[in-house]
């Protein structure tokens, strides 16, 4: 989907072409079962919490959600059509009914106050600041007052050689977008946009960076 006020739509590797090869690739380099299986527990979702996993990209951590809390109504959503189509493939295979939409960060096709828990797992580095900014208000719009938002992202390089790891990731993703990760801004991002106890909550290292856990609360 393409929104001419916004920037350019970037595919989850970048590339249309790696997307087929997207949870080979994110499973052997980022410690994806860890970090992922670490931001649910994190999210503590009860039964009945309404859960959106925002930029779902081939479904993983929808359904792990699913698998974490069955009674959970889990909704994915993502504005890559093609990614969508693999994320329901994956849904059928784990026999776990996970609804899809296809709609952009930045103009969420929800309801005020319809989640208890907003999950997103490396999809913020694919923003500019701008987009950035409006993704977290929309966030907040979708949240109900005391529901919390769980994100997993690149953040501020632990140390020298992290930093020098993710200059392979800015490569590819660009500058630009990651920027605001590794300057260590996602947390003033969040609080900007009207977010409460934002914090930082784990960090694993990763072949291409650190790899950051965060969470923040809508107090209304």
Partial sequence: MKDSTHSKYIPALRFNWLTPF???????T??????KKSLIKQANIKPENNVLDLACGTGTLAILAKQYQP????????????ILSLSERKARKYNVPIQFDHAMSFNLPYADGTFDRVLSSLFFHHLTCEDKQLTAK????VLKPRAELHIA?????????????????????????TKDNIDGKLIELFSEAGFSEVNQRKTFSTIFGTMTLYSAIKRS
């Fill in 71 to 82: 009674l959970a109504n889990v909704t994915g959503v993502d504005g890559d059509p093609v």
């Fill in 138 to 141: 929309e966030i907040f719009r």
């Fill in 22 to 28: 997207y949870d080979f690739i994110v499973g052997t």
């Fill in 30 to 35: 980022t410690r994806e079962g860890t970090f």
């Fill in 153 to 177: 992202d690149w953040g501020k390089p632990a140390n020298v050689f992290m930093r020098a790891l993710f200059f392979s990731i800015q490569l590819l993703d660009g500058f630009k977008t």
